[in-house]
Every structure is written in structure tokens, then in C-alpha cells.
């Protein structure tokens, strides 16, 4: 039996040393210290109203499971979150019902709300970034389990199948590759990568052997607020999405949409879409502010913090700097994750890339200075989400190395602006996040260290009115 137990330990031990093995690593390119981002063009004259209404019921997926297999099942009370009306007025926010791409049959699937909307005080705030996202659990038993169902109700030569198949094939393709092993850690750089290696870039048809190599370890980030896109010239922290935005974001697509002849018709709902996120505004904060000790905190934050991240107030502005590595020290892999991702070439052959509007990847050793309006609501801070609070955000010395928030969005530390956790000895608990595991250190941003305690919660009540 110790034998037994001992030849099973020296596997996972194997196993675990080659998923890290295949690490990104931590270069840094110390040619540069900051770049400026340039402006692409953009579409304009878009309905924000229709861009809204399509993020919440659009067919932008292009396929899914079958209504019909799932509306015994599903709750019937009406949305009371995103107002929606038919099928999808009694549904939850996360979840759309649309025309499938290739024969018309309803079909159930996620919605960009799954991840782009988000909790705080008890209030589903549309375009906040789901900090709640569980992707802790692996997903191959679902595929699994969907796929055993379909082929129990549906033949394969019936229009139901049909409209399942392309959703079938590129969950069960990404299922592997989107367990986290953080809470509130977003996978959304997985998911894209794992159905593209499966997609033909001209045409974006399934391909049956992949594009290429993937590293089993997940290296996944906090998810940032919808309102900032209006003030980027680049998207993502890394900021890699350059060119057109609406190709950009309509990169979820590829976890169901056929073909690129449904792609162009899909696509087109995304001009409305941009013109929703250029009328996103950030919530404001809903507790009292201390005006004389914000406008001490402005004055700070204009001489120290503004030449990074942009003014606020009658005049904004926002640079669009992107910061190395070297300079900004934040956790590298997944900086550096994208020079060792075969995406980067496939997204630049593709579709999204070689037809108009044009979008484009161009990865870079850095991270993208972010806008700060709303930052009260963006908590946990820092790309991967590895910092509690604004607080310790401003003084590196304070980070936790492992804490724990109850899960709850009530639960918020208005002094410190952001979670309240624990530091428990052990990172066991379901939100328990560790910065010990690789690309996710709470490393860097050590601008704030220089603030006297005063200064600190000065700049933090400022931050407050942004």
C-alpha cells in the first residue's frame, strides 16, 4: 500500500513539475521604459441602445445547446437585471437564447455579461468586471455530460444536433485549458487561445488538428471594467489588441460561430456594441467623501500618479502609456505569455486581422498604465487580481502573500476601498487567492510606498470622486 502511495505522489510531483516547466518565464527588455500607444480609427455611429440590447441577446455566438433541451430546466421569472423581453425576459443575466448561425434553431449559451458584469453591494453592475468568476473546477465533465445528453434526446441528423455541434466541439477544445487555480482569475486569454488552434484562419472552419501547442498551466486575470475601452488606443493589460475594436471584442465568438460568412453577419451588432461602451459611464461612490482630504489627495495624485494614469474632473486626459516590465515590476508571465502563444501569429493571419476592419496582436514586455475612473468598484487591483484593496495597491509592504474575502459583495472596506479578507496561514478556502503560484505575485507597483500614511488615505479619498 506505501508503495502504491508513494508511486502515485512521484506522479503528481512529475506531472506538476512539467506544467511548470512550460512556464512563459520572466524576461524583460530593458531597451524601453514606456511607450505611448497610438490611436487606430474606429467606427462610429453606432445605437447604444441596440449595442446593449445585442451584448444581452444577440447571436453573436453563433451556436449553442438547444432551447428545447434546457427550458424545463430553466428558471421562469422575469429579468430584472438586463429587462429583456421573449425567451430571454425570463432567463439569467448570463444567459442569452438566439437563433442558431447555421439553421435558425433557438439555442441556449453564455453572453459577454457572464464575465463583464459584476457584484458589488448587492447591485449587478453591467460592465463591471465579475470578480465572482469560478473557474477553479474543470470543465471536460460538463462537455462530457452536454454532449452524452444531446446524443440521448437528438440524432445527429437532426436540426437541433446541427445547431450544437460547432458549440460542442469548441467547448470540449477549450475545456482543458480554462482551469484556474485562483478565485475570481479570468481564463479569457485561454478560451481564445484554445478555439482558435482549432479554427482555420481564413475561414475560421473547425479544424480537426490544432494550430498549435498549448502549455497546460492557466495563467489568467483579473477582468477590467467595460467603461475604460472609450479611453484606450490598446486592449488588454498587455496591450496586445491593437486596430479595430469591434473585432477585438467580438473574440468570444469563436467559442461557437461556424464560419467567417457568420462571422460577418455577427459582427456587424458590434458597432452598436462600441457605441454602448463609448456612453459607459463608472458608478459613483456611494458612501460619504471627505472633500478638504480628497482635494489634498488630487494634488498628490496630480504630482505623483497622473502622468501614468491620466487627469480627472473638467479637463480629463489619458496617455495610453504602456510600461515595461523593468520599470513597473508587476508579475511578468503573463506579459511574457504571449511571445511563447502560437495565437499571436494565428490572430494576425486570420480573419480578424487580413479583412476589414482590421484588427491586430502585437505583444509587448509591459502592462498598460489603466484609466482609474470607478477604480472604487475594480477591486481586487493589479492585472491578475492579487492585491485586496486600494490600500495595499499604494503600499507594497501591506500586500497580504495569501488572503480571503467571504465572497459576499457586501463586504467591502470602504476605508481601505476594496475587499475585506483574511490572511489565513493556508490558502484552502474557496476565496483564498495565493500569490505564491506563478503569475499571480503581487510583486511591483511600489510607486505609492513613498506616501506618508496620511498621503496614502489622502489619495484614496480622492479616489473616491473618480
Not at 123 to 146: D, H, I, R, T, V
Not at 229 to 255: C, E, P
Not at 376 to 392: I, K, Q, R
Amino acid at each position: 500500500m506505501r508503495t502504491l502511495l508513494t508511486a502515485a505522489l512521484l506522479l503528481l510531483i512529475l506531472f506538476a513539475c512539467q506544467r511548470y516547466r512550460e512556464l512563459p518565464g520572466t524576461r524583460t527588455d530593458d531597451s524601453w521604459k514606456v511607450k505611448r500607444i497610438a490611436a487606430s480609427a474606429q467606427q462610429t455611429g453606432g445605437d447604444p441602445e441596440a449595442g446593449y440590447a445585442f451584448i444581452g441577446s444577440g447571436a453573436y455566438i453563433g451556436s449553442g445547446v438547444p432551447y428545447d433541451f434546457f427550458k424545463k430546466r430553466l428558471p421562469n421569472k422575469p429579468d430584472s437585471v438586463l429587462l429583456r423581453e421573449g425567451r430571454n425576459g425570463s432567463l439569467p443575466y448570463a444567459l442569452s437564447v438566439f437563433p442558431a448561425a447555421e439553421n435558425g434553431v433557438p439555442v441556449l449559451s453564455g453572453n459577454c455579461f457572464t464575465c463583464h458584469a459584476g457584484r458589488i453591494n448587492g447591485e449587478l453592475l453591467p460592465g463591471l468586471g465579475n470578480s465572482y468568476s469560478a473557474f477553479q473546477k474543470s470543465f471536460k465533465p460538463l462537455a462530457k455530460a452536454m454532449k452524452v445528453g444531446m446524443s440521448l434526446k437528438y440524432k445527429k441528423s437532426d436540426p437541433e444536433w446541427e445547431a450544437y455541434e460547432d458549440f460542442a466541439r469548441y467547448f470540449a477544445a477549450m475545456a482543458p485549458y480554462i482551469q484556474t487555480n485562483q478565485p475570481g482569475a479570468n481564463p479569457a486569454f485561454r478560451l481564445a487561445e484554445a478555439c482558435m488552434r482549432q479554427r482555420d484562419p481564413v475561414d475560421l472552419t473547425w479544424k480537426e488538428a490544432p494550430n498549435y501547442p498549448m502549455m497546460a498551466y492557466t495563467i489568467a486575470t483579473d477582468v477590467p471594467p467595460l467603461w475604460h475601452v472609450k479611453k484606450k488606443n490598446a486592449l488588454y493589460y498587455n496591450g496586445i489588441g491593437r486596430g479595430d475594436f469591434t473585432k477585438l471584442l467580438f473574440q468570444a465568438s469563436v467559442l461557437g460561430i461556424p464560419d467567417s460568412t457568420a462571422a460577418r453577419q455577427a459582427i456587424i451588432g458590434f458597432k452598436d456594441v462600441l457605441a454602448w461602451l463609448q456612453e459607459l459611464e463608472p458608478p459613483p461612490y456611494p458612501g460619504p467623501i471627505d472633500a478638504p482630504l480628497a482635494a489634498q489627495g488630487r494634488a498628490l495624485f496630480e504630482e505623483h500618479c497622473s502622468g501614468c494614469h491620466g487627469t480627472y474632473g473638467a479637463v480629463e486626459t489619458y496617455p495610453n502609456k504602456l510600461i515595461s516590465l523593468s520599470l513597473v515590476g508587476t508579475d511578468p508571465m503573463y506579459a511574457n505569455y504571449a511571445f511563447n502563444s502560437g495565437i499571436v501569429e494565428w490572430y494576425n493571419s486570420s480573419w480578424f486581422a487580413q479583412s476589414a476592419p482590421r484588427s491586430y496582436f502585437q505583444p509587448e514586455l509591459g502592462y498598460m498604465a489603466p484609466p482609474l475612473d470607478g477604480i472604487w468598484a475594480t477591486a481586487p487591483y493589479l492585472h491578475n487580481g492579487s492585491v485586496p484593496t486600494v490600500d495595499a495597491l499604494l503600499n507594497s509592504k501591506a500586500r497580504p502573500v495569501l488572503w480571503e474575502r467571504t465572497g459576499d459583495s457586501h463586504d467591502y472596506d470602504h476605508n481601505a476601498l476594496g475587499w475585506r479578507y483574511t490572511s489565513p496561514k493556508e490558502a484552502k478556502g474557496e476565496w483564498a487567492f495565493d500569490t505564491r503560484l506563478p503569475g499571480y505575485s503581487n510583486q511591483g507597483h511600489t510607486f505609492g510606498d513613498e506616501l506618508s500614511p496620511r498621503e496614502r488615505s489622502a489619495v484614496i479619498e480622492y479616489l473616491k470622486t473618480l
